[in-house]
């Protein structure tokens, strides 16, 4: 099913999946996906548990190729080129197109070693340079106040909260367009994830931020557009299939105040899920 917002946010589309279906094998996960991806805007990514939005997002940087047999059909154009065209390297595609995971993982290293790992490992040897970017991209993630006295600390020495900034510092050092952030609080507590979210607004005026979310509060509160996925079941030969599928897109404030589809509403009032 294709599915178009409604309501287009004024502003340029820096990506756009067309007719993406992304499979395990022979199975096909999540079927015909259609969106577009505002730049400098937070999209967020919402749906039941099993319904495909950590997959979509891992396809959007070929992350998901990663896994033996994963494939995705269709086209994901960003900036005018297929990111799946053959000529495109894939490790070029995740430095512009970054990823934040559910879980922080930081390196066992310093903080200091942590954020310089990417630009190290593109090639970057001066330390007057790699100062300058350890700095800016801890001040990017808010944390540089917090730690600025210590980088030679290991990150997993700190808390929860600061080592998902810190492994956002880590997305942000390499100089991104994109950032994918994969259920990015679900392991904070309130505190740290009111920190995260004020972080992603602020990161907003200079990235595109994509979010995967079970919060509907965390999607009504940071996001300008919503994607609602939700699970599809036939039976065949007697054994249930499953797969995801986009139900409705378009501006967060329609999606949640006038959804134009009952199960969205469905979904959003609590009454499945």
Not at 73 to 89: K, P
Request: aromatic content about 8%; some cysteine.
């Amino acid at each position: 099913m294709q599915v178009k917002a409604e309501e287009r946010l004024e502003t340029r589309q820096v990506m756009e999946l067309r007719d993406c279906s992304f499979y395990y094998g022979s199975f096909r996960a999540v079927a015909n996906v259609t969106l577009p991806i505002q730049q400098n805007r937070i999209t967020a990514f919402i749906g039941p548990s099993g319904c495909g939005k950590s997959t979509v997002l891992r396809g959007i940087n070929r992350m998901l190729e990663l896994t033996p047999g994963a494939r995705v059909d269709g086209e994901i154009i960003y900036r005018d080129q297929n990111l799946y065209d053959a000529q495109v390297d894939p490790v070029e595609v995740r430095r512009r197109i970054g990823m934040v995971f559910q879980k922080p993982n930081p390196f066992p290293k310093s903080i200091y070693d942590n954020v310089a790992y990417g630009p190290r490992l593109l090639g970057l040897k001066k330390k007057v340079l790699l100062d300058e970017i350890v700095e800016h991209s801890l001040r990017g993630a808010s944390l540089w106040d917090e730690v600025s006295a210590d980088l030679n600390k290991s990150g997993l020495a700190l808390s929860g909260g600061q080592q998902q900034r810190l492994c956002i510092a880590r997305a942000i050092a390499v100089e991104p367009d994109v950032i994918l952030m994969d259920e990015p609080c679900s392991a904070l507590d309130p505190i740290a994830t009111q920190r995260i979210e004020d972080l992603m607004r602020g990161l907003r005026e200079n990235y595109t931020l994509v979010i995967v979310t079970h919060n509907m509060q965390q999607a009504q509160r940071v996001s300008d557009s919503t994607a609602f996925f939700n699970i599809r079941k036939k039976m065949d030969a007697g054994y249930e299939t499953r797969w995801g599928e986009l139900v409705e897109f378009g501006a967060t404030e329609k999606v949640f105040a006038n959804p134009a589809r009952q199960e969205t509403a469905d979904y959003i009032a609590g009454r499945f899920g």
